[in-house]
Protein backbone atom coordinates (compact mmCIF):
# COMPACT_ATOMS: atom_id res chain seq x y z
CA UNK A 1 0.00 0.00 0.00
CA UNK A 2 3.09 2.39 -0.59
CA UNK A 3 5.02 2.94 -4.01
CA UNK A 4 8.64 1.95 -4.89
CA UNK A 5 10.93 3.15 -7.06
CA UNK A 6 14.28 2.32 -7.94
CA UNK A 7 16.99 2.06 -11.30
CA UNK A 8 20.23 1.77 -12.37
CA UNK A 9 21.40 4.10 -14.85
CA UNK A 10 24.76 5.87 -16.51
CA UNK A 11 23.14 9.49 -15.09
CA UNK A 12 21.92 10.47 -11.76
CA UNK A 13 19.06 8.59 -10.54
CA UNK A 14 18.04 11.22 -7.96
CA UNK A 15 15.85 13.07 -10.25
CA UNK A 16 13.95 10.50 -11.86
CA UNK A 17 13.08 8.65 -8.40
CA UNK A 18 11.58 11.83 -7.16
CA UNK A 19 9.68 12.50 -9.99
CA UNK A 20 8.25 8.52 -9.98
CA UNK A 21 7.43 9.19 -6.30
CA UNK A 22 5.45 12.18 -6.95
CA UNK A 23 3.60 10.11 -9.58
CA UNK A 24 2.89 7.63 -6.92
CA UNK A 25 1.48 9.96 -4.52
CA UNK A 26 -1.97 8.70 -5.40
CA UNK A 27 -1.45 5.40 -3.95
CA UNK A 28 -1.39 7.45 -0.09
CA UNK A 29 1.73 7.59 1.94
CA UNK A 30 2.72 9.00 5.23
CA UNK A 31 6.62 9.75 4.50
CA UNK A 32 9.13 9.54 2.03
CA UNK A 33 12.52 8.53 1.29
CA UNK A 34 15.65 8.06 -1.42
CA UNK A 35 19.28 6.41 -0.85
CA UNK A 36 21.87 5.96 -4.00
CA UNK A 37 24.86 4.37 -3.68
CA UNK A 38 28.20 6.74 -4.38
CA UNK A 39 31.92 5.50 -4.42
CA UNK A 40 30.76 2.85 -2.48
CA UNK A 41 29.01 4.53 -0.03
CA UNK A 42 25.23 4.63 0.86
CA UNK A 43 23.95 8.04 0.94
CA UNK A 44 19.80 8.24 2.73
CA UNK A 45 17.20 10.82 3.01
CA UNK A 46 13.69 10.89 4.43
CA UNK A 47 10.94 12.95 5.70
CA UNK A 48 7.70 12.84 7.02
CA UNK A 49 4.88 13.97 4.92
CA UNK A 50 4.50 14.62 1.00
CA UNK A 51 7.67 13.99 -1.75
CA UNK A 52 7.69 17.93 -1.97
CA UNK A 53 9.46 17.84 1.55
CA UNK A 54 11.63 15.35 0.79
CA UNK A 55 12.59 16.86 -2.65
CA UNK A 56 13.46 20.37 -0.39
CA UNK A 57 15.67 18.26 1.87
CA UNK A 58 17.72 17.13 -0.75
CA UNK A 59 17.78 20.80 -2.47
CA UNK A 60 19.03 22.24 0.56
CA UNK A 61 21.69 19.04 1.09
CA UNK A 62 21.95 17.06 -2.43
CA UNK A 63 23.17 13.43 -3.04
CA UNK A 64 23.61 11.82 -6.42
CA UNK A 65 24.25 8.04 -7.61
CA UNK A 66 23.68 5.95 -10.72
CA UNK A 67 21.91 3.57 -8.52
CA UNK A 68 19.24 4.47 -6.26
CA UNK A 69 16.11 2.91 -3.82
CA UNK A 70 13.00 5.41 -3.59
CA UNK A 71 10.21 4.95 -1.56
CA UNK A 72 6.67 6.32 -0.24
CA UNK A 73 5.24 4.75 3.04
CA UNK A 74 1.81 4.15 4.29
CA UNK A 75 2.52 3.40 7.74
CA UNK A 76 1.61 -0.18 8.92
CA UNK A 77 4.23 -1.39 11.69
CA UNK A 78 5.20 1.94 13.45
CA UNK A 79 3.24 5.14 13.56
CA UNK A 80 4.25 7.82 10.58
CA UNK A 81 7.81 8.83 11.39
CA UNK A 82 11.27 9.90 9.84
CA UNK A 83 12.52 6.81 11.71
CA UNK A 84 9.75 4.16 10.24
CA UNK A 85 10.45 5.94 6.80
CA UNK A 86 11.92 3.74 3.77
CA UNK A 87 14.89 3.25 2.96
CA UNK A 88 16.00 0.96 6.05
CA UNK A 89 19.97 0.26 6.18
CA UNK A 90 21.71 -2.21 8.13
CA UNK A 91 25.27 -2.08 8.47
CA UNK A 92 25.78 1.25 6.87
CA UNK A 93 25.96 -0.24 3.21
CA UNK A 94 23.06 -2.01 2.70
CA UNK A 95 19.53 -0.31 2.10
CA UNK A 96 15.75 -1.87 1.31
CA UNK A 97 12.53 -0.61 0.59
CA UNK A 98 9.52 -2.72 1.21
CA UNK A 99 5.81 -2.98 0.15
CA UNK A 100 4.01 -5.85 1.97
CA UNK A 101 3.61 -7.24 4.93
CA UNK A 102 6.61 -9.85 7.08
CA UNK A 103 4.15 -11.46 9.09
CA UNK A 104 6.82 -13.47 11.25
CA UNK A 105 8.90 -10.28 11.75
CA UNK A 106 8.65 -10.56 15.56
CA UNK A 107 10.40 -14.01 15.59
CA UNK A 108 13.24 -12.47 12.63
CA UNK A 109 13.68 -9.58 15.19
CA UNK A 110 14.12 -11.81 18.22
CA UNK A 111 17.08 -14.04 16.34
CA UNK A 112 18.61 -10.78 14.60
CA UNK A 113 18.73 -9.34 18.09
CA UNK A 114 20.16 -12.02 19.53
CA UNK A 115 23.09 -12.17 16.57
CA UNK A 116 23.93 -8.31 17.50
CA UNK A 117 21.80 -6.45 14.82
CA UNK A 118 20.09 -3.16 16.10
CA UNK A 119 17.00 -2.12 15.17
CA UNK A 120 16.17 1.59 14.70
CA UNK A 121 12.35 1.57 13.91
CA UNK A 122 9.20 -0.32 14.63
CA UNK A 123 8.73 -1.38 11.36
CA UNK A 124 8.80 -5.30 9.64
CA UNK A 125 11.00 -3.97 6.76
CA UNK A 126 13.54 -3.23 9.27
CA UNK A 127 13.64 -7.10 9.94
CA UNK A 128 14.72 -7.92 5.60
CA UNK A 129 17.67 -5.63 5.59
CA UNK A 130 19.01 -7.17 8.86
CA UNK A 131 18.71 -10.33 7.49
CA UNK A 132 20.30 -9.72 3.87
CA UNK A 133 23.18 -8.08 5.81
CA UNK A 134 23.56 -10.97 8.20
CA UNK A 135 23.68 -13.49 5.03
CA UNK A 136 26.34 -11.36 3.66
CA UNK A 137 28.40 -11.98 5.84
CA UNK A 138 28.40 -15.52 4.50
CA UNK A 139 27.97 -15.21 0.84
CA UNK A 140 29.44 -11.47 -0.40
CA UNK A 141 26.97 -11.68 -2.99
CA UNK A 142 24.13 -9.41 -2.97
CA UNK A 143 21.79 -11.60 -4.98
CA UNK A 144 22.81 -14.84 -3.46
CA UNK A 145 21.81 -12.73 0.19
CA UNK A 146 18.77 -11.74 -1.18
CA UNK A 147 17.88 -15.31 -2.50
CA UNK A 148 18.60 -16.78 0.97
CA UNK A 149 16.70 -14.44 3.07
CA UNK A 150 13.27 -14.14 0.77
CA UNK A 151 12.91 -17.98 2.09
CA UNK A 152 13.01 -17.27 5.54
CA UNK A 153 10.26 -14.06 5.09
CA UNK A 154 6.21 -15.24 5.76
CA UNK A 155 3.98 -12.55 4.07
CA UNK A 156 3.94 -10.69 1.17
CA UNK A 157 6.78 -8.54 -0.50
CA UNK A 158 7.74 -6.25 -2.83
CA UNK A 159 11.51 -5.31 -2.50
CA UNK A 160 14.25 -3.15 -3.98
CA UNK A 161 17.57 -3.97 -2.53
CA UNK A 162 21.33 -2.02 -2.84
CA UNK A 163 24.98 -2.76 -1.62
CA UNK A 164 27.25 -0.39 -1.26
CA UNK A 165 30.04 -2.72 -2.31
CA UNK A 166 28.25 -4.00 -5.59
CA UNK A 167 27.92 -0.29 -6.90
CA UNK A 168 26.87 -2.35 -10.27
CA UNK A 169 23.79 -3.88 -8.70
CA UNK A 170 20.10 -3.75 -8.13
CA UNK A 171 18.03 -6.41 -6.48
CA UNK A 172 14.31 -6.60 -7.09
CA UNK A 173 11.82 -9.74 -6.09
CA UNK A 174 8.13 -10.21 -5.24
CA UNK A 175 5.24 -12.48 -3.77
CA UNK A 176 1.95 -10.93 -3.45
CA UNK A 177 2.95 -7.77 -4.09
CA UNK A 178 3.18 -5.67 -7.50
CA UNK A 179 6.61 -4.78 -9.08
CA UNK A 180 7.27 -4.15 -12.75
CA UNK A 181 10.59 -3.39 -14.42
CA UNK A 182 11.12 -0.56 -17.13
CA UNK A 183 13.55 -1.04 -19.45
CA UNK A 184 15.41 1.69 -20.99
CA UNK A 185 18.66 2.93 -22.92
CA UNK A 186 21.28 1.21 -21.22
CA UNK A 187 19.15 1.81 -17.14
CA UNK A 188 17.06 -0.49 -15.93
CA UNK A 189 14.47 0.82 -13.24
CA UNK A 190 11.86 -1.04 -11.06
CA UNK A 191 8.42 0.12 -9.45
CA UNK A 192 4.65 -0.83 -7.79
CA UNK A 193 3.69 1.34 -11.33
CA UNK A 194 4.24 1.72 -13.98
CA UNK A 195 2.58 5.51 -14.06
CA UNK A 196 6.09 6.05 -11.77
CA UNK A 197 8.51 5.26 -15.24
CA UNK A 198 6.55 6.62 -17.54
CA UNK A 199 8.84 9.49 -18.17
CA UNK A 200 11.77 7.70 -18.85
CA UNK A 201 10.53 4.33 -21.00
CA UNK A 202 7.15 2.57 -21.87
CA UNK A 203 8.82 -0.71 -21.90
CA UNK A 204 7.48 -3.05 -19.12
CA UNK A 205 7.93 -6.57 -17.27
CA UNK A 206 5.90 -7.39 -15.20
CA UNK A 207 6.98 -10.08 -12.73
CA UNK A 208 5.59 -13.27 -11.71
CA UNK A 209 4.90 -14.46 -8.41
CA UNK A 210 8.06 -15.10 -6.79
CA UNK A 211 10.31 -13.99 -9.22
CA UNK A 212 13.65 -12.44 -8.41
CA UNK A 213 15.48 -9.97 -11.12
CA UNK A 214 19.15 -8.88 -10.77
CA UNK A 215 19.82 -5.59 -12.63
CA UNK A 216 23.20 -4.06 -14.09
CA UNK A 217 23.45 -0.97 -16.07
CA UNK A 218 24.20 -3.49 -19.08
CA UNK A 219 21.98 -6.65 -18.23
CA UNK A 220 19.13 -7.87 -16.35
CA UNK A 221 18.57 -12.09 -15.18
CA UNK A 222 15.41 -13.19 -13.89
CA UNK A 223 15.26 -16.15 -11.67
CA UNK A 224 11.75 -17.62 -11.01
CA UNK A 225 10.73 -19.01 -7.31
CA UNK A 226 12.67 -22.17 -8.11
CA UNK A 227 15.87 -20.10 -8.72
CA UNK A 228 15.94 -21.13 -12.43
CA UNK A 229 16.62 -18.21 -15.03
CA UNK A 230 13.57 -17.50 -16.61
CA UNK A 231 12.47 -14.99 -19.85
CA UNK A 232 9.24 -12.59 -19.18
CA UNK A 233 7.56 -11.08 -21.57
CA UNK A 234 8.29 -6.95 -22.76
CA UNK A 235 4.79 -4.85 -22.59
CA UNK A 236 4.99 -1.51 -24.70
CA UNK A 237 2.54 0.26 -22.48
CA UNK A 238 0.30 2.63 -24.42
CA UNK A 239 -0.33 5.49 -22.11
CA UNK A 240 1.96 8.69 -22.28
CA UNK A 241 3.53 10.69 -19.64
CA UNK A 242 0.35 13.34 -19.61
CA UNK A 243 -1.94 10.60 -19.32
CA UNK A 244 -1.58 10.96 -15.74
CA UNK A 245 -1.63 14.68 -15.35
CA UNK A 246 -5.18 16.89 -14.06
CA UNK A 247 -4.51 18.40 -17.39
CA UNK A 248 -7.44 21.57 -17.12
CA UNK A 249 -8.86 20.28 -13.89
CA UNK A 250 -8.31 20.77 -10.42
CA UNK A 251 -7.90 17.11 -8.88
CA UNK A 252 -7.67 14.05 -10.55
CA UNK A 253 -11.06 13.31 -9.08
CA UNK A 254 -13.07 15.85 -10.73
CA UNK A 255 -10.92 14.70 -13.96
CA UNK A 256 -11.59 11.11 -13.82
CA UNK A 257 -15.69 11.62 -13.13
CA UNK A 258 -15.70 13.68 -16.04
CA UNK A 259 -14.17 10.85 -18.01
CA UNK A 260 -16.47 8.45 -17.58
CA UNK A 261 -18.45 8.97 -20.65
CA UNK A 262 -15.44 8.01 -23.10
CA UNK A 263 -14.18 5.63 -20.04
CA UNK A 264 -17.75 3.47 -20.65
CA UNK A 265 -17.34 3.76 -24.45
CA UNK A 266 -13.99 2.27 -24.05
CA UNK A 267 -15.47 -0.56 -21.91
CA UNK A 268 -18.45 -1.32 -25.12
CA UNK A 269 -15.93 -1.00 -27.45
CA UNK A 270 -15.41 -3.58 -29.95
CA UNK A 271 -17.20 -6.51 -27.67
CA UNK A 272 -20.81 -6.34 -29.45
CA UNK A 273 -21.21 -7.63 -33.31
CA UNK A 274 -24.48 -6.55 -34.71
CA UNK A 275 -25.35 -5.05 -31.42
CA UNK A 276 -24.67 -9.02 -30.06
CA UNK A 277 -22.48 -9.28 -26.79
CA UNK A 278 -19.78 -11.41 -27.89
CA UNK A 279 -18.79 -14.24 -25.20
CA UNK A 280 -15.28 -14.10 -26.57
CA UNK A 281 -14.61 -11.11 -25.10
CA UNK A 282 -13.78 -12.86 -21.62
CA UNK A 283 -11.43 -15.29 -22.95
CA UNK A 284 -11.31 -17.92 -25.78
CA UNK A 285 -13.25 -20.49 -23.87
CA UNK A 286 -15.64 -18.46 -22.16
CA UNK A 287 -18.64 -19.96 -23.85
CA UNK A 288 -17.32 -23.15 -22.67
CA UNK A 289 -16.62 -21.79 -19.29
CA UNK A 290 -20.77 -20.28 -18.80
CA UNK A 291 -22.10 -23.53 -20.06
CA UNK A 292 -20.76 -25.44 -16.68
CA UNK A 293 -22.20 -22.55 -14.77
CA UNK A 294 -24.94 -22.59 -11.88
CA UNK A 295 -24.35 -20.44 -9.68
CA UNK A 296 -22.20 -16.78 -9.21
CA UNK A 297 -19.78 -15.71 -6.59
CA UNK A 298 -18.73 -12.59 -6.41
CA UNK A 299 -15.53 -10.94 -3.89
CA UNK A 300 -14.78 -7.89 -3.91
CA UNK A 301 -13.88 -5.29 -1.28
CA UNK A 302 -14.70 -1.45 -0.95
CA UNK A 303 -16.06 0.46 -4.20
CA UNK A 304 -16.00 -2.80 -5.94
CA UNK A 305 -17.99 -4.69 -3.16
CA UNK A 306 -21.08 -2.14 -4.03
CA UNK A 307 -20.09 -2.46 -7.72
CA UNK A 308 -21.27 -6.39 -7.24
CA UNK A 309 -24.08 -5.57 -4.36
CA UNK A 310 -25.89 -4.00 -7.56
CA UNK A 311 -24.99 -7.03 -10.12
CA UNK A 312 -26.37 -9.10 -7.85
CA UNK A 313 -29.76 -7.84 -8.44
CA UNK A 314 -29.10 -7.93 -12.06
CA UNK A 315 -28.35 -11.55 -12.21
CA UNK A 316 -31.39 -12.44 -10.17
CA UNK A 317 -33.77 -10.09 -11.96
CA UNK A 318 -32.57 -10.41 -15.57
CA UNK A 319 -30.83 -13.78 -15.92
CA UNK A 320 -32.40 -15.22 -13.13
CA UNK A 321 -29.21 -16.87 -11.80
CA UNK A 322 -28.57 -17.32 -8.01
CA UNK A 323 -25.98 -14.45 -6.90
CA UNK A 324 -23.97 -14.22 -3.87
CA UNK A 325 -21.72 -11.25 -3.11
CA UNK A 326 -19.21 -11.47 -0.48
CA UNK A 327 -16.68 -8.75 1.11
CA UNK A 328 -13.55 -11.11 -0.12
CA UNK A 329 -11.68 -10.46 3.65
CA UNK A 330 -14.04 -12.01 5.12
CA UNK A 331 -14.97 -15.12 2.55
CA UNK A 332 -11.68 -16.79 3.06
CA UNK A 333 -12.45 -17.00 7.31
CA UNK A 334 -15.46 -17.95 7.74
CA UNK A 335 -15.16 -21.68 6.28
CA UNK A 336 -17.53 -21.16 3.04
CA UNK A 337 -19.53 -23.99 1.10
CA UNK A 338 -19.40 -23.42 -2.41
CA UNK A 339 -20.32 -25.62 -5.43
CA UNK A 340 -17.47 -26.73 -8.01
CA UNK A 341 -20.04 -24.98 -10.66
CA UNK A 342 -20.33 -22.17 -9.12
CA UNK A 343 -18.29 -19.05 -11.39
CA UNK A 344 -16.30 -16.80 -8.69
CA UNK A 345 -16.22 -13.46 -10.26
CA UNK A 346 -13.82 -11.46 -8.95
CA UNK A 347 -13.95 -7.08 -8.36
CA UNK A 348 -10.38 -4.73 -8.58
CA UNK A 349 -9.74 -1.71 -10.05
CA UNK A 350 -6.09 -2.49 -9.52
CA UNK A 351 -6.16 -6.43 -10.25
CA UNK A 352 -3.61 -6.19 -6.48
CA UNK A 353 -6.15 -6.06 -3.80
CA UNK A 354 -4.67 -8.53 -1.15
CA UNK A 355 -7.88 -9.71 0.57
CA UNK A 356 -9.51 -9.98 -3.13
CA UNK A 357 -6.91 -12.29 -4.47
CA UNK A 358 -6.61 -14.31 -1.16
CA UNK A 359 -10.52 -15.10 -1.37
CA UNK A 360 -9.72 -16.39 -4.89
CA UNK A 361 -7.31 -18.69 -4.32
CA UNK A 362 -9.00 -20.04 -1.29
CA UNK A 363 -11.91 -20.46 -3.32
CA UNK A 364 -10.07 -22.59 -5.87
CA UNK A 365 -9.12 -24.35 -2.58
CA UNK A 366 -11.81 -25.08 -2.10
CA UNK A 367 -12.80 -26.78 -5.75
CA UNK A 368 -14.34 -23.98 -7.48
CA UNK A 369 -13.53 -24.63 -11.27
CA UNK A 370 -14.00 -21.91 -13.15
CA UNK A 371 -13.19 -17.63 -11.78
CA UNK A 372 -13.33 -14.65 -14.24
CA UNK A 373 -12.01 -11.02 -13.16
CA UNK A 374 -13.56 -7.51 -13.98
CA UNK A 375 -10.03 -5.69 -13.63
CA UNK A 376 -8.31 -2.58 -14.71
CA UNK A 377 -4.86 -3.76 -14.77
CA UNK A 378 -4.00 -6.24 -17.33
CA UNK A 379 -0.36 -7.85 -15.80
CA UNK A 380 -1.65 -7.94 -12.62
CA UNK A 381 -1.99 -10.95 -9.96
CA UNK A 382 -5.96 -11.36 -10.08
CA UNK A 383 -5.44 -11.58 -13.96
CA UNK A 384 -2.82 -13.71 -14.09
CA UNK A 385 -4.80 -16.20 -11.22
CA UNK A 386 -8.11 -16.28 -13.70
CA UNK A 387 -9.21 -18.65 -15.98
CA UNK A 388 -11.83 -15.55 -17.62
CA UNK A 389 -10.70 -11.71 -17.85
CA UNK A 390 -12.67 -8.70 -18.72
CA UNK A 391 -10.66 -5.06 -18.97
CA UNK A 392 -12.57 -2.28 -17.77
CA UNK A 393 -10.48 -0.11 -19.82
CA UNK A 394 -10.66 2.75 -17.12
CA UNK A 395 -7.31 3.98 -18.34
CA UNK A 396 -5.23 5.36 -15.07
CA UNK A 397 -7.73 6.55 -12.32
CA UNK A 398 -5.32 8.30 -9.55
CA UNK A 399 -7.68 9.78 -7.41
CA UNK A 400 -8.04 7.28 -4.22
CA UNK A 401 -11.75 7.80 -4.47
CA UNK A 402 -12.80 5.53 -7.13
CA UNK A 403 -15.27 6.64 -9.85
CA UNK A 404 -14.80 5.70 -13.62
CA UNK A 405 -13.50 2.31 -12.27
CA UNK A 406 -16.69 1.74 -10.31
CA UNK A 407 -18.80 2.62 -13.31
CA UNK A 408 -16.92 0.45 -15.74
CA UNK A 409 -17.22 -2.34 -13.33
CA UNK A 410 -20.89 -2.06 -13.70
CA UNK A 411 -20.90 -1.99 -16.96
CA UNK A 412 -18.50 -5.01 -17.29
CA UNK A 413 -21.05 -6.51 -14.85
CA UNK A 414 -24.10 -6.35 -16.81
CA UNK A 415 -22.13 -7.85 -20.38
CA UNK A 416 -21.68 -10.71 -17.97
CA UNK A 417 -25.33 -10.78 -16.79
CA UNK A 418 -25.96 -11.32 -20.91
CA UNK A 419 -23.41 -13.86 -20.75
CA UNK A 420 -24.75 -16.17 -18.02
CA UNK A 421 -28.35 -15.31 -19.04
CA UNK A 422 -28.33 -16.94 -22.21
CA UNK A 423 -28.13 -20.07 -20.26
CA UNK A 424 -31.38 -19.17 -18.01
CA UNK A 425 -33.22 -18.62 -20.40
CA UNK A 426 -32.81 -14.84 -21.08
CA UNK A 427 -35.26 -13.49 -23.86
CA UNK A 428 -33.76 -12.13 -27.22
CA UNK A 429 -36.10 -8.95 -26.22
CA UNK A 430 -34.71 -8.37 -23.16
CA UNK A 431 -31.47 -8.86 -24.32
CA UNK A 432 -31.52 -6.63 -27.05
CA UNK A 433 -32.62 -3.85 -24.47
CA UNK A 434 -29.81 -4.28 -22.39
CA UNK A 435 -27.80 -4.01 -25.11
CA UNK A 436 -29.67 -0.83 -26.39
CA UNK A 437 -29.42 1.10 -22.58
CA UNK A 438 -25.78 -0.15 -22.66
CA UNK A 439 -24.68 1.74 -25.46
CA UNK A 440 -27.24 4.82 -24.20
CA UNK A 441 -24.74 5.10 -20.87
CA UNK A 442 -22.42 7.32 -22.62
CA UNK A 443 -24.59 9.97 -23.66
CA UNK A 444 -26.59 9.63 -20.39
CA UNK A 445 -23.68 9.86 -17.97
CA UNK A 446 -22.69 12.99 -20.33
CA UNK A 447 -26.37 14.18 -19.15
CA UNK A 448 -25.74 13.86 -15.27
CA UNK A 449 -22.22 15.01 -15.48
CA UNK A 450 -24.20 18.71 -16.54
CA UNK A 451 -25.73 18.69 -13.14
CA UNK A 452 -22.33 19.42 -11.81
CA UNK A 453 -22.86 23.51 -11.17
CA UNK A 454 -26.28 22.30 -9.43
CA UNK A 455 -24.13 20.20 -7.00
CA UNK A 456 -21.90 22.44 -6.62
CA UNK A 457 -24.36 25.08 -4.93
CA UNK A 458 -26.08 21.99 -3.05
CA UNK A 459 -22.52 20.74 -1.30
CA UNK A 460 -22.94 24.04 0.73
CA UNK A 461 -25.90 22.42 2.76
CA UNK A 462 -23.18 19.92 3.99
CA UNK A 463 -20.12 22.57 4.73
CA UNK A 464 -21.39 22.36 8.51
CA UNK A 465 -22.07 19.24 8.81
CA UNK A 466 -20.64 15.91 10.55
CA UNK A 467 -23.18 13.46 9.60
CA UNK A 468 -25.36 12.49 6.72
CA UNK A 469 -27.46 10.12 5.81
CA UNK A 470 -27.95 7.88 2.37
CA UNK A 471 -31.23 6.23 1.12
CA UNK A 472 -31.94 3.76 -1.36
CA UNK A 473 -33.80 0.85 -2.24
CA UNK A 474 -33.39 -2.69 -4.51
CA UNK A 475 -30.04 -2.13 -6.99
CA UNK A 476 -30.44 1.73 -5.75
CA UNK A 477 -29.01 0.79 -2.23
CA UNK A 478 -26.08 0.06 -3.32
CA UNK A 479 -25.50 3.10 -5.16
CA UNK A 480 -26.46 4.80 -1.98
CA UNK A 481 -23.58 2.69 0.09
CA UNK A 482 -21.08 3.53 -2.15
CA UNK A 483 -22.45 7.66 -1.97
CA UNK A 484 -21.61 7.75 1.44
CA UNK A 485 -18.55 5.84 0.63
CA UNK A 486 -17.55 8.74 -1.08
CA UNK A 487 -18.74 11.39 1.37
CA UNK A 488 -16.52 9.60 4.10
CA UNK A 489 -13.78 9.03 2.44
CA UNK A 490 -12.72 12.11 1.04
CA UNK A 491 -14.87 15.11 3.04
CA UNK A 492 -14.61 13.16 6.53
CA UNK A 493 -17.93 13.52 6.99
CA UNK A 494 -19.35 10.46 8.87
CA UNK A 495 -21.92 8.90 6.63
CA UNK A 496 -23.96 5.93 6.63
CA UNK A 497 -26.71 4.01 3.81
CA UNK A 498 -29.22 2.11 4.80
CA UNK A 499 -32.34 0.17 2.38
CA UNK A 500 -35.24 2.86 3.07
CA UNK A 501 -37.14 0.73 4.24
CA UNK A 502 -34.82 0.09 6.89
CA UNK A 503 -35.36 3.60 8.28
CA UNK A 504 -38.44 2.48 10.69
CA UNK A 505 -36.18 -0.14 12.59
CA UNK A 506 -33.77 1.96 14.36
CA UNK A 507 -32.23 5.21 11.86
CA UNK A 508 -35.37 7.47 12.21
CA UNK A 509 -34.12 8.28 15.79
CA UNK A 510 -30.70 9.80 13.97
CA UNK A 511 -33.03 12.24 12.12
CA UNK A 512 -33.71 15.77 12.87
CA UNK A 513 -33.21 19.30 11.22
CA UNK A 514 -29.33 19.12 11.24
CA UNK A 515 -29.14 15.74 9.14
CA UNK A 516 -29.12 15.71 5.76
CA UNK A 517 -30.75 12.45 4.03
CA UNK A 518 -29.44 12.06 0.63
CA UNK A 519 -31.85 9.90 -1.39
CA UNK A 520 -31.92 7.96 -4.80
CA UNK A 521 -35.32 7.98 -6.29
CA UNK A 522 -35.42 6.65 -9.44
CA UNK A 523 -38.83 5.90 -10.97
CA UNK A 524 -39.15 2.46 -10.88
CA UNK A 525 -41.61 0.09 -9.12
CA UNK A 526 -40.10 0.90 -5.96
CA UNK A 527 -40.65 4.96 -6.02
CA UNK A 528 -44.08 4.45 -4.00
CA UNK A 529 -42.95 2.63 -1.25
CA UNK A 530 -39.56 5.41 -1.22
CA UNK A 531 -42.11 8.07 -1.34
CA UNK A 532 -43.44 6.75 2.05
CA UNK A 533 -39.89 6.44 3.51
CA UNK A 534 -39.30 10.53 2.33
CA UNK A 535 -42.33 11.70 4.09
CA UNK A 536 -41.43 9.86 7.24
CA UNK A 537 -38.08 11.66 7.17
CA UNK A 538 -39.70 15.32 6.59
CA UNK A 539 -42.25 14.42 9.18
CA UNK A 540 -39.87 14.52 11.50
CA UNK A 541 -37.66 17.69 10.18
CA UNK A 542 -35.07 15.95 8.14
CA UNK A 543 -33.85 17.99 5.23
CA UNK A 544 -33.75 15.74 2.54
CA UNK A 545 -32.13 16.09 -0.90
CA UNK A 546 -33.87 13.86 -3.63
CA UNK A 547 -32.04 12.66 -6.85
CA UNK A 548 -35.21 11.57 -9.18
CA UNK A 549 -36.54 11.06 -12.51
CA UNK A 550 -36.89 14.41 -14.37
CA UNK A 551 -40.30 13.33 -15.53
CA UNK A 552 -41.73 13.23 -12.12
CA UNK A 553 -43.56 16.38 -10.11
CA UNK A 554 -41.53 18.39 -8.03
CA UNK A 555 -42.68 18.34 -4.82
CA UNK A 556 -43.98 21.35 -2.57
CA UNK A 557 -42.60 20.11 0.86
CA UNK A 558 -40.09 23.09 2.11
CA UNK A 559 -37.97 19.85 3.57
CA UNK A 560 -37.19 17.92 0.22
CA UNK A 561 -35.21 19.29 -2.32
CA UNK A 562 -35.27 17.77 -5.97
CA UNK A 563 -32.05 17.50 -8.27
CA UNK A 564 -33.70 15.98 -11.72
CA UNK A 565 -31.79 13.80 -12.92
CA UNK A 566 -31.80 11.96 -16.70
CA UNK A 567 -35.16 9.97 -17.52
CA UNK A 568 -33.18 6.47 -17.89
CA UNK A 569 -34.01 2.15 -17.99
CA UNK A 570 -33.88 0.65 -14.42
CA UNK A 571 -31.75 -1.40 -15.89
CA UNK A 572 -29.28 1.78 -16.42
CA UNK A 573 -30.53 3.66 -13.80
CA UNK A 574 -27.88 2.70 -11.06
CA UNK A 575 -25.44 3.65 -13.44
CA UNK A 576 -26.41 7.13 -13.43
CA UNK A 577 -27.44 7.80 -10.29
CA UNK A 578 -23.82 7.36 -9.05
CA UNK A 579 -23.05 10.22 -10.87
CA UNK A 580 -24.42 13.15 -8.83
CA UNK A 581 -23.23 11.20 -5.55
CA UNK A 582 -19.75 11.28 -6.63
CA UNK A 583 -19.79 15.37 -7.98
CA UNK A 584 -21.83 15.83 -4.38
CA UNK A 585 -19.08 14.26 -1.89
CA UNK A 586 -15.76 16.03 -4.49
CA UNK A 587 -17.46 19.41 -4.05
CA UNK A 588 -18.25 18.78 -0.34
CA UNK A 589 -14.63 17.76 0.34
CA UNK A 590 -13.38 21.12 -1.73
CA UNK A 591 -15.86 23.29 0.52
CA UNK A 592 -14.06 21.71 3.68
CA UNK A 593 -10.41 21.66 2.51
CA UNK A 594 -9.75 18.33 2.95
CA UNK A 595 -6.96 16.56 0.68
CA UNK A 596 -9.41 15.35 -2.52
CA UNK A 597 -7.28 13.27 -4.53
CA UNK A 598 -5.32 11.82 -1.13
CA UNK A 599 -7.33 11.86 1.62
CA UNK A 600 -5.73 10.98 4.96
CA UNK A 601 -5.04 7.01 6.18
CA UNK A 602 -6.05 5.93 2.65
CA UNK A 603 -4.33 3.93 -0.34
CA UNK A 604 -5.09 3.71 -3.60
CA UNK A 605 -4.36 0.34 -3.98
CA UNK A 606 -4.41 -2.58 -1.04
CA UNK A 607 -2.12 -4.50 -1.18
CA UNK A 608 -1.72 -6.04 1.95
CA UNK A 609 -3.93 -7.36 4.20
Known amino acids: MCGIVAGIAQRNVVPILIEGLKRLEYRGYDSAGIAVVHNQEIFRKREIGKVKALETLITADPIEGNLGIAHTRWATHGKPSTRNAHPHISCENVAVVHNGIIENHDHLRIELKQNGFKFTSET ?3 VIVHKIAEQLQHTGNLLTAVQTTIESLEGAYALGVVYGEQPDTLIACRRGSPLVIGIGIGEYFIASDIAALLPVTQRFIFLDEGDIVELKIDSLQIYNEAGAPVERQVT ?30 ETLEGRFIDNRFQESAFGHNATEVFDQIKTVQILACGTSYHAGLVARYWFEELARVPCTIEVASEFRYRNPVISPDTLVVTLSQSGETADTLAA ?5 RLGVKHSLVICNAPESSLVRESDLVLMTRAGPEIGVASTKAFTTQLVALLMLVIAIGRRFGMRPELEANIVSQLFSLPGNIEKAIRLDATIEILAQRFADK ?55 APNNNLLEKLKSNIQEVSARGGQLIVFMDETLADSDDEN ?7 SVSNIISPIIYTIPLQLLSYYVAVLKGTDVDQPRNLAKSVTVE
Open 360 to 364: LLEAK
Open 466 to 520: SNALFLGRGAHYPIAMEGALKLKEISYIHAEAYPAGELKHGPLALIDSEMPVVTV
Open 560 to 566: VQIVKMP
Open 124 to 126: DTE
Open 236 to 265: ESQLKPDSVDKGKYRHYMLKEIFEQPSAVA
